[in-house]
């Protein structure tokens, strides 16, 4: 099968088109002091509840607003962290951590940041009373138990048991601050929709899955922010974004795929900044579904995908067909490069097919038309796949409503895998614990003996030596088990005008825009 071929019967022939109308618009030099940055996005937001909003559409956005406790380094390997709204910390027991705030922080709506925020802000995840936060307190909290407020700039946060990552999870996005006060006077619902943090911007407008605004905070506590305003404006089509940056519509646009990169080279004043990012597209196979109940029949849907054909094919051969469900970036000695758990073997499935007796029975593909890059071809591709071996596929498109939707009737979940934070557990324990949505929905259902008992190791040992051999087996129990589909890495450039100096945060979640104080500038030329 060739994907370029077909892919190019229904993508829109936009290169030639935007180069000529880019070249209508000469390159103006730029002002020496920006006031607005203007980002085109594919995937926009409900809500910025900073608990809440979990997915990758939201990181575009929260880095901006919210501050959390622990800062890191945004390229640092391994993990460096530094002073956010703690200035210091450190662990009193093997299970609590005493923070010591940041004193005179001013919060978006003027009170100013203490404890109370903090055991606010994070116990509403732990207490697990609200619905909304069922998908944080899952990827991120579930071993957090409990926040006491020792004075007004002094916090303990308790865990169940003692947490290496602990840090770590505290540095994440969605560990952000809120204000008490503000919440709990207008309602978490109206809060969302205008949401108050400590961040360098606030949030001026949104009209969700529309446009938002944000604007400078001027009693921010650190660097003054570079841009008096951030304005995000939802463009789902890739030709639509591309268009509006040569058209100096916007000056930074998200999700650009190696195929419709020339339609920004050929145009003066535009540049790229792209890679393989360390996240996989991947399809949960959901395993209380009666079709797809037989890890054999998953087995053969997964030995049926080629995925090198998909990354030639989608990514320009630019993308990464994975070996297994891990990346390089865990760096030695927890990436282990000699794994190879994907391989593409039709004969195989085919036999697979026949043990199991397969009587046509429908499998049906959903994709999300706008959310994940070129899922909706990647769907068709891997139906083109399994229709050759006799499989009767249906695809079907949805809107992207993941943990709050009912999946008793979904056969195949669209889903990413996202690395939070480069261990094992960034994309492991963010997306598969038993506390994930994919396992309370039951989706997912590792029902072997052994699994329990090593994800407890690969999640909590301190010894690395140890957590290597556990993920190594949980790995190996993954693939008996055949829950998911993954299908590849994306390669995927961020275009902006050619004066913008930025760079993808290599130890922060991918997708995550970061536009502070020294991590964007916007130069005169």
């Known amino acids: ?16 088109t935007l180069a000529l109308l880019g070249g209508l618009f000469q390159s103006a030099a730029a002002s020496a002091q920006v006031r607005e940055l203007r980002v085109g996005v594919a995937s926009h937001v409900r809500g910025l509840d900073v608990q809440e909003e979990t997915g990758n559409n939201a990181a575009q956005m929260l880095h901006q607003i919210f501050d959390t406790l622990i800062e890191r380094d945004n390229f640092a390997a391994p993990l460096k962290f530094g002073p956010g709204l703690a200035t210091s910390w450190r662990m009193v027991s093997p299970t609590t951590m005493e923070l010591t705030l940041r004193d005179g922080v001013v919060m978006h709506d003027g009170t100013t940041l203490d404890a109370e925020d903090v055991k606010f802000s994070l116990e509403r995840v732990i207490d697990r009373k609200d619905p909304r936060y069922r998908s944080a307190h899952g990827r991120f909290f579930y071993n957090l138990k409990g926040v006491d407020v020792v004075d007004r700039l002094t916090v303990r946060i308790h865990t169940h048991r003692p947490d290496p990552l602990l840090e770590t999870l505290l540095s994440a996005r969605n560990a952000g601050i809120t204000s008490k006060e503000y919440v709990q006077k207008i309602g ?15 949030v001026d407008s949104l009209r969700p899955n529309e446009v938002l605004v944000l604007s400078r905070h001027d009693k921010f506590w650190g660097p003054r922010p570079p841009f008096e305003r951030i304005t995000y404006t939802r463009i789902p089509e890739v030709a639509a974004r591309v268009t509006a940056l040569v058209n100096r519509e916007v000056d930074f646009i998200v999700n650009v795929p190696p195929d419709q990169e020339g339609a920004v080279k050929r145009v003066k004043g535009f ?8 996240v996989f597209h991947i399809w949960v196979l959901n395993m209380s579904h009666p079709v797809m109940a037989n890890p054999e029949f998953r087995k053969a849907l997964n030995l049926a995908v080629d995925r090198e054909a998909l990354v030639k094919g989608l990514w320009n051969g630019r993308g990464l067909a994975p070996k297994a469900h891990q990346f ?19 004969k195989a499935a085919q036999a697979l097919l026949k043990k199991v007796g397969y009587k046509n029975e429908q499998v049906t593909i959903t994709f999300f038309p706008e959310y994940y890059l070129y899922g909706n071809y990647a769907a068709v591709a891997v139906a083109d796949m399994w229709k050759k071996l006799g499989i009767n596929v249906k695809i079907q498109q949805s809107e992207p409503a993941f943990s709050n939707a009912d999946h008793t009737k979904v056969m195949i979940q669209p889903w990413s895998n996202p690395l939070y934070y480069p261990d094992p557990m960034g994309v492991f324990d963010t997306h598969w614990s038993a506390e994930s949505w994919v396992t309370k ?74 536009f502070r104080a020294g991590q964007i500038s916007f130069k005169a030329k």
Do not use: C
């Open 1 to 16: 099968m060739n994907i370029r071929a077909w892919r190019s019967r229904i993508l829109p022939t936009t290169i030639a």
């Open 188 to 202: 978490a619902d109206k809060a969302a929709l205008l949401p108050v943090g400590s961040g360098p911007y606030k």
């Open 271 to 278: 540049k790229l900044v792209g890679a393989p990012l360390p």
């Open 328 to 346: 390089k970036e865990y760096g030695e000695p927890l990436f282990m490069p000699d794994l190879n758990h994907y391989r593409y073997d039709p």
């Open 441 to 514: 929905k039951g989706l997912w259902k590792p029902d072997l003996p052994e699994w329990a008992s090593t994800y407890d190791k690969a999640r909590f040992s301190t010894d690395s030596n140890e957590r290597r051999a556990a993920y190594r087996k949980l790995l190996e129990m993954g693939q008996e088990l055949s829950g998911w589909i993954v299908l590849y890495q994306p390669y995927e450039s961020f275009a902006m005008n050619e004066n913008i100096e930025w760079r993808i945060p290599t130890a922060q979640r991918p997708y995550e825009l970061t």
